[in-house]
């Protein structure tokens, strides 16, 4: 089993930067595949980016490839998700998702634990 919980969303103009964290529970983190999502009122949840349980490979929807940076440090069991040059079109709820594989996915199901969510809203 694995406790996810989100840290880091707030409020910011367009153009600025936030820095997501997930800390993770459990002695295994680093054999977890890590992703990040999102989901903006009315819309569906959708992938953000996700990372190897190595951290040796990352990947990216196109809507934040060149502006979000998905990193990990297993020593302190936490994933992050670097956010610079915001759009008000990244409003969202972001989650943190931890899958029992070595690579992850873009889909939800690829996923099998979830942390609650951080609020990340980006004025224009």
């Known amino acids: 089993q694995v406790q996810l919980v989100e840290s880091g969303g707030g409020l910011v103009q367009a153009g600025g930067s936030l820095r997501l964290s997930c800390a993770a529970s459990?002695?295994?983190?680093?054999?977890?595949?890590m992703g990040w999502f999102r989901q903006a009122p009315g819309k569906e949840r959708e992938f953000v980016a996700g990372?190897?349980?190595?951290?040796?490979?990352?990947y990216y929807a196109d809507s934040v490839k060149g502006r979000f940076t998905i990193s990990r440090y297993n020593a302190k069991n936490t994933v992050y998700l670097q956010m610079n040059s915001l759009k008000p079109e990244d409003t969202a709820v972001y989650y943190c998702?931890?899958?029992?594989?070595?690579?992850?996915?873009?889909?939800?199901?690829?996923?099998?634990?979830w942390g609650q969510g951080t609020q990340v809203t980006v004025s224009s």
């Open positions: 459990g002695r295994t983190f680093s054999s977890y595949a």
């Open positions: 990372i190897s349980w190595s951290g040796g490979s990352t």
């Open positions: 998702a931890a899958a029992r594989s070595s690579y992850g996915g873009t889909y939800q199901p690829d996923y099998d634990y």
